[in-house]
């Protein structure tokens, strides 16, 4: 079965609190020039169906719970995928008042694209990347995490991208 | 002092109001520019809200009492506006036989922005929809207090994606006002260019969206094509794909526009194939019988509720700040506003596809008469202490951001008045009557932010 589904990635977005600029760039990824389908990577509605979470945003208050239940809700093994700045904990909202310290840090996102917002490509290259986080996953016999927190435990801690590179990005989740 | 308010609203157009921590805000527009009336609170901190009679001010009004513990007096929906510690506040319900209750979100099975809405139906009609935001709510206006003004220009171009241009330019215009600069006609033709350019890419986008609520594969592939197309070329204009701080104040960025033929060019290539998409979209006569009637608004509740840009011009109204109150280049180059009365999705795209060819008209002439124009540096501007209130015309209506400045030159307050925050009462009027599975339609007509609605 791993084979079978070795090439196509199930992906699901959840803004938490993002300022809509990373949503119109991974808007880009269903157009005609970039277009993920050709890869076999599809954006789904639902996170039962979803390999990847793709999270932005600081973290609002009012997502905490919601984006937690999200996670919760998706099929192991799965990873999370920060997409900006924002998500890395490095946006302009940070810490304010209402914000917390970045989706994919407090969700335990195995990787994280940066940017303000990230390109296209950029993006490309970390579902790339989480792909390849997601095939040694289910390749290591592990059911993946039940909970965020065995995320971080357990397999990955995050991987802050100044300069996006897919091959150095995969080889050092690898090494995590 | 409400009935001077009540006068004014008459009088003027109403933009919005917010509290701080003495007094309250009104703010509106006449043709000579923007004002605001303000009234001290008092140990009482009590204020008569003006909601009944002018519904605009409903969510202004919630917000004064959810963060400036305003009292407001006879506000007619009193719930708090935004999520209180984490906690949504409980939706309106219609209720009878055989009406039925659902809710959707804050997660979305798309990329979008996190919002709740609870709809009441009886059968497929809707009889009412509750549209609860605020999940995107990161506290911006409070961490911009106490910002020198410079500084906060960057945090405010990233607010929300989709309007940023236009909000940078409404901060840029306060700050100018206030420091009584004169702006060269090189920048004013630049910022002309990157907020056309800002309209260009949402407008073909919304179009796109709407296709795509309607059923039509190849309306939406295309349009997100073009919509592409017209990010790289905001790129190649401004240096960033959505023109992040391609406006700041006192001037544009430094890769602003600095090579003007090869943006010609592109422009040239783009329009010709937004041309071709544009009548392909508007001959297909199942797609656009789609459109037709579904999420009509009339002029009466667009008034109300205090309408702005395409939503309200596709409703009979009149209203576009690039005509209403000419401003930078605008002034040189007059803008043409779209117009239609129908009040439907139709009409609001209708609207905006007109707009589209005016941007393209705009942002030629604009970009011809560079070549020509020494386009200068951004200025260095002193901002001295004081209130001022920018107003432009973002590709979704009226962007307001109202400054308080101190004595040091820092943000003592900042409030952003965005045009989804007008518009979002009323998609959720305009769902009555329509069925559920038409609200995307509905909803991608409008095509509001959510980010710039919660801050």
């Not at chain 1, 890869?39 to 009012?62: F, K, L, Q």
């Not at chain 2, 705009?362 to 004081?386: S, Y």
Request: charged share 20%; net charge neutral; aromatic share 6%.
């Amino acid at each position: 079965m791993a084979s079978f589904f070795r090439k196509s990635l199930g992906i699901r977005h959840l803004s938490c609190g993002s300022c809509n600029g990373c949503e119109h760039e991974m808007s880009a990824l269903n157009n005609a020039y970039y277009d993920i389908t050709r890869d076999g990577w599809d954006i789904v509605a639902s996170p039962r169906h979803a390999d990847v979470i793709t999270v932005t945003g600081p973290m609002t208050e009012t997502m905490r719970n919601a984006s937690r239940d999200t996670i919760e809700a998706t099929s192991r093994p799965c990873v999370v995928l920060g997409i900006g700045d924002c998500a890395a904990g490095k946006g302009p909202w940070a810490g304010a008042s209402s914000a917390g310290g970045g989706a994919a840090i407090e969700l335990f996102g195995g990787i994280v694209v940066r940017g303000c917002p990230p390109t296209p490509e950029d993006i490309r290259a970390g579902l790339k990347a989480a792909a390849s986080l997601l095939s040694r996953r289910k390749d290591s016999g592990a059911a993946g995490p039940r909970h965020p927190v065995e995320i971080q435990d357990e397999h990955s801690t995050a991987i802050l991208w100044e300069e996006p590179s897919p091959d150095g990005a995969s080889d050092e989740a690898s090494s995590s | 002092m409400s009935e001077r308010l009540i006068a004014e609203c008459r009088s003027a157009i109403p933009l919005g109001a917010y509290g701080s921590e003495h007094a309250s805000y009104y703010l509106f527009l006449s043709s000579s520019g923007a004002y605001a009336i303000s009234t001290e609170l008092g140990a009482t901190r009590e204020a008569p809200s003006l909601a009944e009679t002018f519904p605009l001010f409903g969510w202004d009004e919630r917000e004064m009492q959810d963060e400036w513990a305003v009292r407001m007096l006879n506000l007619p929906d009193a719930r708090p506006l935004r999520a209180q510690n984490g906690v949504m506040p409980e939706a309106v319900l219609a209720n009878g036989t055989g009406v039925m209750h659902a809710v959707v979100g804050p997660v979305h099975a798309g990329i979008i922005e996190p919002g709740r809405f609870t709809f009441s139906s009886g059968g497929e009609t809707v009889v009412h929809l509750d549209a609860q935001l605020s999940y995107a709510h990161r506290g911006v206006e409070q961490k911009l207090a106490g910002m020198p003004v410079l500084d906060a220009a960057p945090f405010v171009a990233r607010i929300c994606g989709g309007c940023s241009a236009s909000r940078s330019f409404s901060y840029a215009r306060a700050l100018e006002t206030l420091a009584a600069v004169e702006i060269d006609p090189g920048v004013d033709l630049a910022r002309l260019v990157v907020a056309e350019l800002e309209r260009l890419y949402n407008h073909l986008a919304d179009l796109a969206a709407s296709a795509a609520a309607a059923g039509s594969g190849p309306g939406f592939a295309r349009g997100m094509a073009v919509k592409e197309r017209a990010m790289r070329l905001c790129q190649l204009a401004s240096g960033h794909r959505l023109l992040f701080d391609a406006i700041v104040p006192g001037g544009v960025s430094a890769p602003t526009l600095r090579d003007i033929p090869p943006v010609l060019a592109d422009l040239s290539a783009l329009r010709t194939a937004v041309e071709s998409y544009l009548d392909k979209l508007f001959a297909n006569v199942s797609l656009v019988a789609r459109w037709h009637g579904a999420g009509i608004v009339d002029h009466a509740t667009a008034q109300a509720f205090g309408a702005v840009g395409p939503a309200q011009r596709a409703s009979k109204g009149q209203v576009d700040i690039r005509t209403f109150v000419p401003y930078g280049a605008y002034r040189s180059i007059p803008a043409r506003a779209a117009y239609a009365s129908a009040g439907d999705a139709f009409a609001r795209c209708r609207v905006k596809r007109d707009e589209i060819r005016e941007s393209f008209r705009l942002i030629g002439e604009a970009l011809r008469q560079l070549e020509t124009t020494p386009r200068p540096a951004a200025k260095t501007i002193n901002v001295p202490a004081g209130f001022s209130i920018g107003v432009t015309e973002g590709p979704r209506g009226t962007e307001t951001v109202a400054v308080h400045v101190d004595k040091t030159g820092r943000l003592e307050r900042i409030h952003v008045i965005s045009a989804s925050y007008r518009n979002w009462p009323i998609v959720a009027r305009a769902m009555d009557g329509n069925i559920v599975p038409d609200f995307p339609l509905v909803n991608k007509s409008f095509n509001l932010c959510y980010a710039c609605v919660d801050r």
